[in-house]
C-alpha cells in the first residue's frame, strides 16, 4: 500500500497536490489553535480541573495536540514528495506517534463515555467513583494501554531505498502487518465503538424515558445533559472519521482495494478525513458548551486586561508622583 503511494505522487496532477498541501495546512493551523485553546481554558480554571470530565476532555486535547504537532506536517510530506526527507529515527517515530495517539483519544472517549453512564445513571452512588484523583488513575491506565497497542508500531515501518527513493514503508512482512492491522482496528475502534454505543445507548435511554421532564428541571440535570451531548457529538465525530481509514486497510488486505491511482485517492482522503478529526473537537466544544465559549473569551481578553491593568498601574503610579511633588 505505502509502497504503491510513491509511484502514485509523480502521478498526481499540481491541482490534486495543491489541494492536498492545502488541507493538511489548514488542518495543522485550526487543530493546533483550537486544542491550544481547550488545553488553556482547562488549565486555566480551576474550577474545571476539579471535574473528572473535564480531565478527560484534558486528555483528549493533549493527545489531538500532539498528534497534530508530530505527525501531520509529516505525513503531508508523505502525499506531497515522492521521498522521505527526515531520516530514519523520525520514520519510525512519527507512525508509532500517530496510532499511539489514535489510541489514547479513543480509549479516553470510552472512559468519558463511561463517566457519563455512571454521573448519569448513578449520580449518588458514583460520586466517590468518580473523583480527579480516580481520573488521572484512569488517564494513567489510557496511555500505558495506548503503548502496548501502539508498540509494534515502532519496528513496524522502516526507512528503505525503493527505486533509487528513500522512502518510509512498512518493513514487516505480510503475515504479521494483518495480525498487528487487524488487532488495531478490533481494539481501536470495533471494541470502543461497541463500548460507546452501548454505554451512551442506556444513557440516552435513561434521559428520555426514565426522568420527568417536568420534575427534572435543576440546573445540575441540564448540565449533565449538555456536557452529554457535547461529548456525544464528539465520539460520533472520532466513529466516523476514523472509519474509512480502517476500512481502507481491512479492504486491501482482503484483496477488494485494487492498487491503482484511484485507490491512491481514496487513501489520502480517508486519511485527510481521520487527521481532520483531531481539528473538530474544539469547534464542537465552542458551539454546544456555553462554559468553553465563555473560556475562550477569557482568554481572548486575557492581555488586553493586563494591558489596562498595567495602565492604571501607570497612571497611579503618575498620580502619586504629582501629589508628592505638589506638597
Request: glycine share 4%; charged share 15%; with cysteine.
Amino acid at each position: 500500500m505505502n509502497v504503491s503511494s510513491v509511484s502514485s505522487v509523480s502521478s498526481v496532477s499540481s491541482e490534486s497536490l495543491l489541494f492536498i498541501s492545502l488541507s493538511f495546512s489548514v488542518i495543522f493551523v485550526v487543530g493546533t489553535a483550537g486544542n491550544a485553546l481547550v488545553l488553556a481554558v482547562l488549565l486555566r480554571d480551576g474550577q474545571m480541573k476539579k471535574k473528572s470530565t473535564n480531565l478527560f476532555i484534558l486528555n483528549l486535547a493533549l493527545s489531538d495536540l500532539s498528534f497534530i504537532l508530530c505527525c501531520v506536517p509529516f505525513q503531508a510530506t508523505v502525499y506531497t514528495l515522492d521521498h522521505w526527507m527526515f531520516g530514519a529515527a523520525l520514520c519510525k517515530l512519527v507512525h508509532f506517534i500517530i496510532f499511539l495517539t489514535m489510541f489514547s483519544s479513543v480509549f479516553t472517549l470510552t472512559a468519558v463515555s463511561l463517566d457519563r453512564y455512571l454521573a448519569i445513571c448513578y449520580p449518588l452512588r458514583s460520586r466517590e467513583m468518580r473523583t480527579p484523583r480516580n481520573a488521572v488513575t484512569s488517564i494513567g491506565l489510557i496511555w500505558a494501554l495506548s503503548l502496548v497497542f501502539s508498540g509494534p508500531y515502532i519496528s513496524y515501518y522502516a526507512q528503505m531505498d525503493l527505486g533509487g527513493n528513500v522512502v518510509c514503508i512498512p518493513a514487516w512482512t505480510s503475515r504479521p502487518r494483518v495480525l498487528v492491522d487487524v488487532c488495531t482496528f478490533v481494539f481501536g475502534y470495533l471494541v470502543p465503538v461497541l463500548v460507546l454505543g452501548l454505554t451512551y445507548a442506556r444513557t440516552i435511554r435513561y434521559l428520555w424515558t426514565s426522568v420527568d421532564a417536568v420534575k427534572d428541571v435543576s440546573e445540575s440535570r441540564r448540565a449533565k445533559r449538555k456536557v452529554t451531548k457535547m461529548i456525544l457529538i464528539v465520539t460520533a465525530l472520532f466513529c466516523v472519521c476514523w472509519l474509512p481509514h480502517h476500512l481502507v486497510i481491512l479492504c486491501m488486505w482482503t484483496g477488494r482495494f485494487p492498487l491503482n491511482h484511484a485507490t491512491y485517492v481514496l487513501r489520502v482522503l480517508s486519511h485527510l478525513v481521520a487527521y481532520a478529526n483531531s481539528c473538530l473537537n474544539p469547534v464542537v466544544y465552542a458551539l454546544v458548551s456555553k462554559h468553553f465559549r465563555k473560556g475562550f473569551r477569557k482568554v481572548f481578553s486575557c492581555r488586553p486586561r493586563r494591558r489596562r491593568r498595567r495602565r492604571e498601574e501607570v497612571n497611579k503610579v503618575h498620580v502619586v508622583s504629582s501629589v508628592e511633588t505638589s506638597n
